[in-house]
C-alpha cells in the first residue's frame, strides 16, 4: 500500500512556520499572498511537523487548524487535539481566547493553510536534492480511484503519499501537502471543482509536474454551466509552468486541445485510450492488454476488475507510472492485487446475491458506465437502486430520465428509483418499456427488495453522496441473511 500514514511534513521549527505565513507569496504574475499571523502564548521553539482539520488525524506535532464549520467550530475538539499531540492551534483572530496553549490567530484559517502549502510546495520546488514528483489528477470521474491504484503502482519505487478519501478541495489539498512526510518523493494530489477558476487555484498550491485528466462529461453543471465548461475547467490544469507532462483521454487530441487559451508548448502530452499513446484491451474477463505505442511495447496484466470505468483510470495510472519509470515487470505484479477505494464498485457477495455499492458519488457519465457494467455480467438478474444526480443545474430533469431510458436500453431488469429525482427516473424508465418501482420510503424501499430478490441477482446501488445509498445496501444486506436464515431453518424443520 502506498505510505498514506500522514505521518508529517519536514520538520520546521514553529519562527520558520511564522516566516512562511508571513512571507508574501507571487501565486502568478500580479497575485500576491499575504497573511497577517498574530501568535499568542508561543514562549519557547518547538517543532511543527504537519497540519489537520480533524482532532482525530492530529499527530504529535500537527498544527491543529479550528474554523466555524457546518455542524460545530473545531475547537470544541482542542483538548483532544492536545491529547493526540498537537503542537499549535491555528484559528481565526479573537477565537485564540478559548485556547490555553500556543495559538496562531489569522483573519482566515482557510487561507492560511493554502497559504503555508504554498510556501512549502515552493521551497520543494526550490531544492535541487528534494527529487520530488508531484501528480495531480482531475477530471468528471474517476479522480479517487486514479489516485489510489497510481498510488499503488508507484509505490514499489517510490514513497508515496496520496490524499486522504476525496481531500480535493480548497481545504484538501493544502492539507495533503502538509501531512507528506520529509521523505515523500512522489506526491498525488486530488483536485476537484464545481466552479470555474477552482482547479487554477488548486494548481497554483500543488504546482504538480504530471497533471492527469481522468474524463470530461456532464458534472458540476449548476457552477461550471456546461459540458464545455466543465471541459475548460478541467483542462486548465495543464495551464502551470511546472508541468512537465499532461495525460488525457485520446479524443481530446486534436480539435479541442486547439481552442485552449494556455500555454501547453512546455508540455509533453500522454492520449489514452482506443488509438492513442497508451491503450488497454480487455482480452477476457479477467486478463487484459497494456499497449504502450510511445515505447512499442505490450504487456498482458491480470486483475478481478475489468468495468470501463476502472479500466479508464487505470489507464491513466499506468500512464504516470510509466513516465516515471515503473517497469511493466512492476505494474504486473501491482495490478494483480488491487482493490479499489470504499463505495467505488465495491461487490458484496451476500448469500447468492450481489450488492454492488457504487454509491460514493454519482453523474451522467458514471451512472452510464455503472449500468453498462451492470449489464454486461451473466447469470441472474441484473437490477439497479438509482437516487439523484445532484448539481446537474436546469437540466437535471432531462438527464435523470435519459438514465432511467439506459437501464431499458441496456437490458436492466427493473429499477428502483430513490430521492428526489425519483418521478424523473421512474418517467424514463417506464417511456422506454421498462419496469420501475418508485418506494416511498426506506422501509418500503427494503420490504419491496427483499420480497423481490433471488439468489443469483445483481443490484447497483449509484447515487450521488448526498442520498447516502449505501445505508440502505447495508439494511437490505441484514435482512436478506434474516430471510435466508429463516428460510433454511423452515426447510430443516419441514
Known sequence: MPRTGWSGMKKRSIQEVLRLLS?????RPGVTSRVECQPLRIVDDFAVTGAALDSRHIQSGFIFAAFQGENCHGLDHVESAWKSGASVVLTEIGAGARVKGPTLEVPNVKEALVHLATAVRNEDRSSASSGLKTVAVTGSVGKTTTCHVGSLLCDSHFQVHSPRNSFNNLLGVPITILEAAESTNCLWLEMGTNSHGEIAQLVDIGQPDIGVVTAVGATHLEGLGSVEGV????????DVESLQWGIAPVEFRDERLETLNGAHSGTDFIWTGPGGDLEIQNDSSHEITVIDRRSDQKFPIETSMTGYGFLRCLESSIAVALQLGISASDIQQVASSLTLPPMRAEVH?????????????????SVRGAIGDL???????RIAVLGTMEELGPEEKRYHQEMGRACVEEGLDFVVAWGRAADWITEGVTSAGGT?????DLESALSFLSSELKVGDRVLFKASRKEKLELMAQQLKARWLTVTTESRSGEARQ
Do not use: H, M, T, W
Open 349 to 365: 457477495d451476500v448469500k447468492g446475491i450481489q450488492l454492488i455499492l457504487d454509491c460514493y458519488n454519482a453523474s451522467p457519465p
Open 231 to 238: 471541459f475548460r475547467e478541467k483542462f486548465s490544469l495543464f
Open 23 to 27: 512571507k508574501p507569496i507571487e501565486i
Open 436 to 440: 420501475c418501482e418508485s418506494p416511498s
Open 375 to 381: 449489464a454486461q455480467s451473466v447469470g441472474g438478474r
